[in-house]
């Protein structure tokens, strides 16, 4: 009934307005001028320099929100020169109230405060950009516009000019950009798209020089035109950035392995370059590279055995990191599709080595953290033809532990030599409507014999199709992958025994593991269709997995054996209203079957969003999972019934533009007979006490009741015995960042995050009947007269006749963790930057058994100091 009623929504949207078509809104036109033999502006914001009378103002810009297409509090115009190596951008953003001008100082790309942005679609593709942005208090911001301004990458990092200043009429900005930093075609007469935003900061209202209206089907489609760009001469980039970091590593304790010292100093150099093949096409090297960053990654712990998705943060892989993306299953709107799995995940490149020696009695090790990156090449970038073209090739050293018997020593390989490559291509058609590409990745590792647990070869390959029409307001998207994995018996059972595959379950027929096999090869892909403009849009698809697919050499991925069909119909408003700015309204359903063709689950969601005038944020949303089977729980068991499940919450966020600010988060997710609740609180608090000094504290705790809580699988009389526990689980994180900006060059930053989490465990039984609609067939409890306790762990007596049938692990568990980071910046000249680093680290498991105090001063004790400087140069030609 749900999907009939769905389906029927969702398809009665087609005959729905589409909102006010983009094509019927006149594009505007600027022409600048070329500078020619005059003298080019200083950029000091200031504006009065003679070149600037060379061509007009070009005003009218419109709001954008709350209120669209009506007139901005206060006008905004600006004016646009070239020369042979640079754009020259000039704004005047007037303002009767100067001094109530909001000057707030933040790191670079914070966007604080009030601001002017410049947005230039030089590639003409109507689906990228470059975005640059400079607020009044002089920080800049650069961000890289994909997929129709459905992505912004901050991570970008152009260099280029601008200045700002504050007179009686308000405010103005100058900006250089150096057209080394954009790509850009051949041709004689150059047609790029633009577009300008600014943003008022006491009203938090945007007013844009073209104008886009909010239920637009895109943004870098509406921008407005920029003509007078003449023979303007390829840039030919060349950037050579030499680095070296010295390094200090203190241990907070006395180590009982001899091997490890207890403070060690390093001393690292190399280089990186990038060298403009064409005017759009890069090719970025590095020799001996520093893929060191400088934030920790959050603390996080998994109970379910999968991995943890952590975000890329080495410069190197971070730019044109969207050319290479092949996420072939994510959903914008619907989401709940393993939209983190992609074919490419670059934290797999020097990794942590995946082996551990093997140790006799009185033997210690030392093993490397990271597998070294010998060295990192790739060539990328979008031509004027429309041809977005990505290669990657990375090699890892072998990396070997040290193993020591406090005479002797000897060496074991723990990660073997590995090879890397990423090529990705994609091509515009039907005046850019349409868009064809494809990826292949090769893992290829030098192995030995201790390793042949790891793939010898590892292949994923995809195609992938995007189709606009109706004025980009409908698309379909599509894609199809595949991957194959070679190597020994022992590698290709483990992977089909692995987490993300289990073939050994036992009740499933379509699966099965193959103990000979010596390869692997699997299949997936999504089919999706949407509609992306007008106050009404939908989307709707399915994606699949095959059993066999397998991606985590070079790729992510959680599970395979999965087919869901995904659904959402959204309403937005486009006009403010008496007591709001704006809201919406979502539904979304998710329906997941296996393979084997068992319906495993089905989950509705409804959920709404309402911004009040006082800009006040109000989230509310509702989950119910009527049909609820888990593959995954047994660990390689046969599928578990699960009860019903709801999930109610909702988040409360203040006007971000206050001096003091907050949100809060609360949700409550429970099952049914009394299986599972779980309570989930998180919330931030922001004080901002001068412009240049933020303080901020994210605590987040979560109490969790579950009575399915996998423990072990045991074995009585030759039959699998799978144990569950009741579960109540603890965790708390409580992360604290200062930010004190000096200026926008310099800063200091701290980030410290203590976490915690505990598991008891009261109360295990044994799966009886893993599809009983009844919770008690479901599980046998095994009852005191059955289990006992000792200094090991369980024992159990299933049959009561004196002896112990098995035993496992008592699976009571704390964990106590410390990171934090204090970092200064510098940006002595653009691009070039020294950093001085201050990082603690100290982690513990157990220790909370005497209570919390304890716990963490016995973990406060352990903690390792590292201290690092860093010191770049960029040179520029």
């Known amino acids: 009934m749900q999907k009939t009623l769905f389906f029927a929504l969702t398809f009665s949207c087609l005959f729905l307005e589409s909102g006010l078509a983009q094509d019927s809104i006149p594009k505007r036109i600027y022409t600048t001028f070329y500078l020619g033999d005059a003298i080019p502006p200083k950029i000091d914001g200031r504006i009065d320099d003679p070149s600037w009378d060379l061509v007009d103002w070009s005003g009218n810009y419109v709001e954008w929100s709350p209120d669209e297409n009506t007139e901005p509090s206060y006008p905004t115009k600006l004016k646009i020169l070239y020369d042979d190596k640079s754009l020259f951008v000039a704004f005047r953003c007037y303002d009767n109230e100067p001094?109530?001008?909001?000057?707030?100082?933040?790191?670079?790309?914070?966007?604080?405060?009030?601001?002017?942005?410049?947005?230039?679609?030089?590639?003409?593709?109507?689906?990228?950009?470059?975005?640059?942005?400079?607020?009044?208090?002089?920080?800049?911001?650069?961000?890289?516009i994909t997929n129709d301004g459905q992505s912004w990458d901050n991570t970008w990092n152009p260099i280029w000019y601008a200045k700002t200043n504050i007179d009686k009429e308000g405010w103005t900005a100058e900006i250089r950009i150096p057209l080394s930093?954009?790509?850009?075609?051949?041709?004689?007469?150059?047609?790029?798209?633009?577009?300008?935003?600014?943003?008022?900061f006491r009203k938090e209202e945007r007013s844009v020089w073209q104008r886009s209206p909010l239920n637009a089907p895109g943004w870098v489609s509406s921008f407005g035109e920029l003509h007078g760009l003449k023979n303007l001469k390829p840039q030919r980039q060349l950037e050579i950035q030499p680095y070296a970091v010295i390094s200090q590593n203190e241990l907070g304790m006395e180590s009982s392995n001899p091997l490890i010292k207890n403070s060690t100093t390093k001393l690292n150099a190399g280089l990186d370059g990038k060298l403009g093949v064409t005017n759009d096409l890069t090719l970025d090297f590095s020799i001996n590279p520093d893929f060191g960053q400088?934030?920790?990654?959050?603390?996080?712990?998994?109970?379910?055995?999968?991995?943890?998705?952590?975000?890329?943060?080495?410069?190197?892989?971070?730019?044109n990191k969207n050319i290479f993306d092949f996420a072939f299953s994510?959903?914008?709107?619907?989401?709940?599709?393993?939209?983190?799995?992609?074919?490419?995940?670059?934290?797999?490149?020097?990794?942590?080595?995946?082996?551990?020696?093997?140790?006799?009695?009185?033997?210690?090790?030392?093993?490397?953290?990271?597998?070294?990156?010998?060295?990192?090449?790739?060539?990328?970038?979008?031509?004027?033809?429309?041809?977005?073209?990505?290669?990657?090739?990375?090699?890892?050293?072998e990396e070997t532990a040290t193993i020591s018997d406090g005479t002797t020593e000897r060496k074991e390989a723990v990660e073997p030599l590995t090879n890397y490559l990423v090529t990705r291509v994609q091509k515009d058609f039907n005046n850019n409507n349409?868009?064809?590409?494809?990826?292949?990745?090769?893992?290829?590792?030098?192995?030995?014999?201790?390793?042949?647990?790891?793939?010898?070869?590892?292949?994923?390959?995809?195609?992938?199709?995007?189709?606009?029409?109706?004025?980009?307001?409908?698309?379909?998207?599509?894609?199809?992958?595949?991957?194959?994995?070679?190597?020994?018996?022992?590698?290709?059972?483990?992977?089909?025994?692995?987490?993300t595959h289990l073939f050994q379950r036992e009740d499933a027929d379509h699966i099965t593991v193959d103990a000979d096999a010596t390869a692997l090869t699997g299949t997936g892909g999504n089919l999706q269709i949407g509609k992306g403009a007008g106050n009404w849009r939908f989307q709707s698809g399915v994606t699949w997995r095959s059993p066999e697919l397998e991606l985590n050499d070079i790729g992510f991925q959680l599970r395979a054996d999965d087919l869901r069909y995904y659904g959402w119909l959204g309403y937005r408003t486009t006009k403010p209203?008496?007591?709001?700015?704006?809201?919406?309204?979502?539904?979304?359903?998710?329906?997941?079957?296996?393979?084997?063709?068992?319906?495993?689950?089905?989950?509705?969601?409804?959920n709404t969003w309402l911004n009040l005038k006082d800009n006040t944020w109000i989230n509310l949303f509702a989950d119910y999972k009527p049909i609820n089977f888990n593959n995954f729980l047994l660990r390689g068991g046969p599928r578990f019934r699960q009860p019903e499940e709801f999930t109610f919450g909702g988040t409360l966020t203040s006007d971000s533009r206050k001096k003091l600010r907050f949100s809060l988060t609360?949700?409550?997710?429970?099952?049914?007979?009394?299986?599972?609740?779980?309570?989930?609180?998180?919330?931030?608090?922001?004080?901002?006490?001068?412009?240049?000094?933020?303080?901020?504290?994210?605590?987040?705790?979560?109490?969790?009741?579950?009575?399915?809580?996998?423990?072990?699988?045991?074995?009585?009389?030759?039959?699998?015995?799978?144990?569950?526990?009741?579960?109540?689980?603890?965790?708390?994180?409580?992360?604290?960042?200062?930010?004190?900006?000096?200026?926008?060059?310099?800063?200091?930053?701290?980030?410290?995050?203590?976490f915690i989490s505990k598991g008891v465990f009261?109360?295990?039984?044994?799966?009886?009947?893993?599809?009983?609609?009844?919770?008690?067939?479901?599980?046998?409890?095994?009852?005191?007269?059955?289990?006992?306790?000792?200094?090991?762990?369980?024992?159990v007596d299933e049959n009561m006749d004196g002896t112990v049938d098995y035993s496992f692990a008592d699976p009571d568990f704390s964990f106590v963790q410390w990171r934090s980071n204090m970092v200064l910046r510098w940006e002595y000249v653009p691009g070039s930057e020294l950093y001085l680093v201050w990082s603690q680290n100290a982690s513990n498991f157990g220790g909370l058994d005497q209570g919390l105090t304890q716990g963490l001063q016995a973990n406060i004790k352990d903690i390792t100091n590292i201290f690092l400087v860093k010191l770049t140069y960029r040179f520029l030609k």
């Open 99 to 144: 001094e109530k001008i909001v000057s707030r100082l933040s790191r670079r790309d914070g966007f604080d405060g009030d601001w002017v942005e410049l947005n230039v679609g030089s590639l003409g593709d109507l689906r990228t950009a470059y975005s640059f942005t400079i607020s009044v208090s002089g920080v800049q911001g650069e961000e890289y």
């Open 181 to 200: 930093q954009i790509r850009f075609g051949k041709a004689e007469e150059q047609l790029w798209g633009i577009q300008s935003t600014r943003r008022f």
């Open 294 to 319: 400088v934030e920790a990654d959050p603390s996080a712990i998994a109970l379910d055995g999968f991995q943890i998705f952590f975000q890329e943060r080495r410069p190197f892989f971070i730019e």
């Open 330 to 397: 994510s959903s914008v709107n619907a989401g709940r599709t393993f939209g983190f799995d992609n074919l490419f995940y670059s934290r797999r490149i020097g990794r942590a080595p995946q082996g551990f020696p093997s140790l006799t009695e009185n033997e210690f090790s030392d093993q490397p953290n990271i597998s070294t990156i010998l060295g990192a090449a790739k060539f990328s970038g979008k031509t004027r033809d429309g041809w977005s073209i990505g290669v990657l090739e990375a090699a890892t050293s």
């Open 434 to 499: 349409t868009f064809i590409g494809g990826i292949f990745t090769a893992t290829n590792r030098s192995l030995t014999d201790n390793l042949d647990f790891l793939h010898k070869s590892a292949y994923t390959g995809g195609l992938d199709i995007t189709h606009n029409w109706k004025n980009r307001s409908y698309y379909f998207k599509g894609n199809l992958i595949f991957s194959k994995v070679m190597g020994s018996q022992n590698a290709i059972t483990q992977t089909q025994q692995s987490i």
């Open 577 to 606: 209203l008496r007591s709001m700015r704006s809201w919406l309204v979502n539904y979304s359903q998710f329906a997941a079957f296996d393979f084997g063709g068992n319906f495993n689950e089905l989950l509705l969601n409804v």
């Open 666 to 754: 609360l949700s409550n997710q429970f099952a049914v007979e009394n299986v599972l609740d779980r309570l989930t609180f998180s919330g931030s608090i922001t004080y901002q006490p001068i412009n240049s000094v933020t303080v901020s504290l994210a605590p987040s705790y979560t109490k969790t009741n579950d009575s399915l809580q996998y423990v072990t699988r045991a074995f009585f009389n030759e039959e699998s015995r799978y144990v569950l526990g009741a579960i109540e689980q603890q965790t708390l994180s409580i992360p604290l960042r200062i930010d004190y900006i000096l200026t926008p060059t310099l800063s200091v930053q701290y980030w410290g995050q203590p």
């Open 762 to 795: 009261d109360g295990f039984g044994i799966v009886n009947d893993p599809l009983a609609s009844d919770f008690d067939r479901r599980l046998t409890s095994l009852s005191d007269d059955r289990l006992s306790m000792t200094d090991l762990g369980f024992q």
